[in-house]
């Protein structure tokens, strides 16, 4: 009895531990958001007691593109969410459920993708937005794809595949067609590993930094992240609203986490015991 | 009308294997066929086959007369009940019910009344507004028969659909269905593998195994004429006896000579059995079967048997007895003093006995 509320508190110690340094980087920066630029290199950086306030850093970032930067990056994130969510339930059914040859293959492939180097395929996925006409534009969400795509298949093969096959065939029975099956049953059965993969797939466009930078290099064009490595002059980098810009982009992905959280966990290892 | 005709129907699956052997069955308008094997005897290829849900390799399909292979399953307006009920749980019961009629664009007024009509039958019209997790077990089941019933379809296929209720419930269910058999004057394809489900419910039974029909009769039929032993040791609980023997003659009567271990050999008298079907046989290896009801205990010549357990179930007694490491069941009514340890003497009723060629497995008579 005695060795478990010890190791009980150990386990609390080390989680609280793992989370300071998780969170530390965070809360640094967000302090760091609301002191002079002045102080932030200098010896009073450390000086927690005596911290200057001032929201100058903010005002000073507003008067940039970050707006329209954010607007870019809701635009881009919330088109790459729909059309990947939509193929990739497509997708993760037809895995699920359909039978045809050479599908352990496939599912590989989907896999793989996920896994070459985003360097490796930036080059050529350049030059073929620039001969398309595609830099600078909303198109730069297919190549999103890439990124989102095998994840969202991945999360949602599991959930399709949960669904007990009868419900299908009831509903065929009753003189229901497959694409009418597929949006009316298959789909609401499938919400939370729907809405799951929806999530993860918003959150990593909107991450998303390397595509960015080298598609959209118009100023207009660019999306948050991006902007945020802008926000420089010829000899320095302006920390204070590089800070108050991470804090701001951040908003976002945080309150969806944790307005969702029990969705997301729940659809994450959901598939992964039997019921 | 819609008559169900398999015709030389078969099912090879993708790995080879043969799951319905070259079938054919005429399943008539508004019968109760009940198709019956153990598990693996292709009874649900055979359903899956009559829906539509599993391609036909071979062989042909008529429902109603029309050539059913290639017709689409929501084309052939027949309605299944799944043994794990299949319910939509995003939707209500009455939303479950009206998914088909939607569906076939049945005028609104019109389900609403045919919905109200099928709970009120089911008994389940206080549950319409529910989801269907909030349901037991067996207003599920009502609600899955209630879905099929409101389409109005030309057969009703069910999958084992009581299997998954308990026992009292699968009792009521039973009655209900044969009720509704008689109501709805449609025909119902029923796959199950408890024969007891068979006995009482069809109208004729099919008993499959390893993909072929053994027999295709009444209830009653299968039960008193078996066509072959399969069929013979499948339908009845407890099981019928079987005895290996030679037939022999003495005098004008025939007799099952068989061994019997320790307790040397026993003599089944054999009668009402006509001669010339049994003159083929004499001196030759010969199966005798009797029902555990048509076994009784003699203090004469018989089988001698050791009890090993004895059943009481009310008005009855099932007294289990080993010869030779073989379970030999006896029905007999209550009270007994029969008890475990006791050397029993069994004798088959000579008049309701089964015998079968021990090659063909074939029923003599």
């Not at chain 2, 027949?78 to 664009?105: C, D, R, T, W």
């Amino acid at each position: 009895m005695k060795k478990a509320i010890k190791t009980s508190t150990l386990l609390k110690i080390i989680i609280i531990l793992y989370l300071f340094i998780i969170l530390f980087p965070f809360l640094w920066v967000s302090l760091t958001s609301f002191r002079p630029e002045s102080d932030i290199w200098s010896s009073n950086a450390l000086n927690l007691k005596g911290m200057r306030f001032t929201d100058d850093n903010y005002a000073k970032l507003f008067k940039t593109t970050i707006f329209n930067s954010l607007k870019n990056s809701l635009i881009i994130s919330s088109i790459t969410t729909v059309y990947v969510t939509l193929i990739a339930s497509l997708a993760a059914y037809s895995i699920a459920r359909l039978k045809f040859k050479f599908k352990k293959l496939l599912t590989v492939v989907i896999l793989a993708t996920s896994m070459f180097p985003q360097m490796i395929v930036v080059g050529p996925i350049y030059r073929i937005f620039v001969n398309l006409g595609w830099t600078n534009s909303y198109y730069i969400s297919l190549p999103y794809s890439m990124l989102t795509l095998p994840v969202a298949v991945f999360i949602l093969i599991t959930h399709f595949s949960q669904i007990p096959r009868e419900m299908e065939e009831s509903a065929i029975m009753d003189g229901s067609s497959k694409i009418n099956t597929f949006f009316k049953i298959i789909l609401p059965l499938a919400a939370p590993g729907i809405f799951t993969s929806a999530i993860m797939t918003f959150i990593g466009a909107w991450n998303e930094f390397l595509l960015s930078l080298t598609l959209n290099t118009d100023e207009m064009w660019r999306t948050a992240t991006v902007s945020i490595s802008f926000l420089r002059g010829q000899f320095e980098i302006f920390w204070g609203q590089v800070t108050a810009a991470t804090v701001i982009v951040t908003i976002p992905t945080l309150i969806i986490v944790i307005l969702f959280q029990k969705q997301i966990v729940s659809g994450i290892t959901s598939g992964a015991l039997k019921e | 009308m819609a008559e169900i005709k398999l015709k030389d129907l078969t099912k090879v699956y993708g790995n080879g294997f043969k799951a319905v052997k070259s079938i054919n069955l005429d399943i008539k308008d508004q019968e109760f066929m009940v198709l019956v094997g153990p598990s693996g005897c292709g009874k649900s290829t055979v359903l899956r086959m009559i829906a539509g849900l599993e391609e036909i390799t071979s062989g042909e399909l008529y429902i109603g007369g029309e050539l059913m292979n290639d017709v689409d399953p929501r084309d052939r307006n027949i309605a299944m009940v799944f043994q794990n009920y299949a319910l939509y749980p995003h939707m209500s019961v009455y939303e479950n019910m009206a998914f088909g009629l939607k569906l076939q664009k049945v005028d609104k007024n019109e389900i609403k009344q045919r919905i109200h009509d099928a709970a009120k039958a089911l008994d389940i019209e206080t549950q319409l507004e529910k989801k269907p997790k909030l349901l037991s077990g067996g207003q599920r089941q009502r609600v899955a028969l209630g879905r099929a019933i409101v389409r109005k379809p030309r057969v009703f296929l069910m999958d084992e659909p009581l299997s998954n209720l308990d026992a009292k419930l699968r009792v009521q269910m039973r009655a209900e269905l044969i009720r509704l058999h008689d109501e709805l004057k449609t025909t119902f394809v029923y796959v199950t593998h408890d024969q007891t489900e068979a006995m009482t419910m069809g109208t004729r039974i099919c008993v499959l195994k390893d993909g072929e029909i053994k027999q295709v009769a009444s209830p009653a039929q299968i039960y008193n004429k078996p066509d072959n032993l399969f069929v013979a040791g499948f339908i009845g609980s407890p099981q019928m006896n079987f005895y290996r023997g030679n037939l022999i003659k003495e005098g004008d009567t025939y007799f099952l000579l068989g061994e019997n271990g320790v307790h040397g050999k026993f003599k089944f008298p054999v009668e009402k059995v006509a001669a010339q079907m049994l003159n083929p046989y004499l001196d030759k290896q010969i199966i005798l079967g009797a029902r555990p009801e048509h076994m009784i205990l003699t203090q004469g010549e018989g089988l001698r048997a050791e009890v090993m357990v004895t059943e009481l179930l009310g008005s009855e007694i099932h007294i289990h007895a080993y010869v030779q490491n073989e379970i030999h069941t006896v029905k007999i009514e209550a009270p007994t003093s029969i008890k475990a340890g006791d050397i029993i003497t069994l004798l088959p009723e000579s008049n309701h006995i089964h015998l079968f060629d021990p090659d063909s497995e074939l029923s003599i008579v």
